[in-house]
């Protein structure tokens, strides 16, 4: 008798520890999903400054879908996405094979050194690119000036052409931490065991690097790019702040345009069926993703 209203007073202790997380999930979580799912489907007016909503189904979808920017914003959101994932493999790689091999003090510094961009704020970085991209007196034109790259300072900016990469480039500056720290971790669990077996058997450094360091890390690799899609779809400050999604429209992404479709045009029913599109978009890229790497797992 005395275990089992043991085990019941246990039993209530556990849920009297979990109603703050669940009270919290349910007021952050869970309210504004079920929330913005109703305005994703509501026709929303503002007459004498009340805001009224009445349901209209998909037709806020449909809007989206038949609006001219949505296809500009979209194909501009999936060109970022996929330059960044790219760059910050490439990038976040390289750094982290090169941090491996650094020992002592030289190890700390680096360490130390490539965290910086991770640590600063989109807003602060994208500040710190602005000065650097300014047209007039911009480090990265004056750099390649000097190097001979170009003839004339280029608004980066401000010209159509170059402004999303600009931005790509900033984007990948600040992820690229967050990803060399993830595949540092991973390099330190390769065995040297299986390096030296392999040098012995005539196997160069290439093919050390493709048959033993990327199949024993390919499960953070994994792991890294699902939240850099989920980051990149999502990412909006650095945009904002840098041209918030111009010049004419070139840098506008699907996360810009629902913004700009709900606090600044107060479309919020539009705004809402674009949020809840790019989250369709972020699932539909990870499952593409994880589905190749499965059949992958298959073939091999």
């Known amino acids: 008798m005395k275990r089992l209203k043991k085990s019941a007073l246990q039993d209530h202790t556990k849920e009297l520890f979990l109603t703050p997380t669940l009270v919290f999930m349910g007021i952050f979580v869970v309210y504004p999903i079920i929330y913005s799912a109703i305005l994703a489907m509501s026709q929303i007016t503002f007459p004498q400054g009340v805001l009224t909503t009445s349901f209209n189904g998909l037709s806020n979808f449909i809007k989206v879908i038949k609006n001219k920017l949505f296809v500009q914003a979209l194909k501009n959101t999936i060109i970022f996405t996929f330059i960044r994932i790219t760059g910050t493999f490439i990038i976040g790689l390289m750094v982290a094979l090169v941090v491996s091999r650094a020992k002592g003090l030289l190890a700390k510094i680096l360490k130390t050194l490539f965290l910086l961009p991770w640590a600063l704020s989109d ?90 360091t990327i199949p024993t890390i390919k499960p953070i690799i994994m792991i890294t790019t699902i939240i850099q899609t989920m980051w990149a779809l999502k990412s909006f400050d650095l945009i904002w702040v840098l041209t918030e999604g111009g010049p004419l429209n070139s840098t506008l992404t699907l996360a ?37 790497n499965r059949k992958d797992k298959i073939d091999d």
């Open 123 to 212: 807003v602060v970085n994208g500040m710190m690119w602005q000065w650097m991209y300014n047209s007039q007196y911009g480090i990265i034109n004056e750099i390649l000036l000097r190097l001979g790259i170009i003839n004339n300072y280029i608004p980066w900016l401000n010209t159509p052409a170059t402004a999303l990469y600009a931005i790509i480039f900033a984007d990948i500056w600040k992820s690229v931490p967050f990803v060399a720290l993830m595949y540092l971790a991973a390099l330190k669990n390769v065995s040297q065991d299986l390096y030296d077996a392999s040098e012995v058997d005539g196997a160069n450094i290439i093919q050390r690097f493709l048959h033993i």
């Open 256 to 292: 810009v345009l629902a913004y700009r479709e709900s606090f600044i045009y107060m479309r919020l029913g539009t705004g809402a069926a674009m949020a809840y599109l790019l989250t369709f978009l972020s699932i539909l890229f990870i499952y593409i993703y994880l589905k190749s």
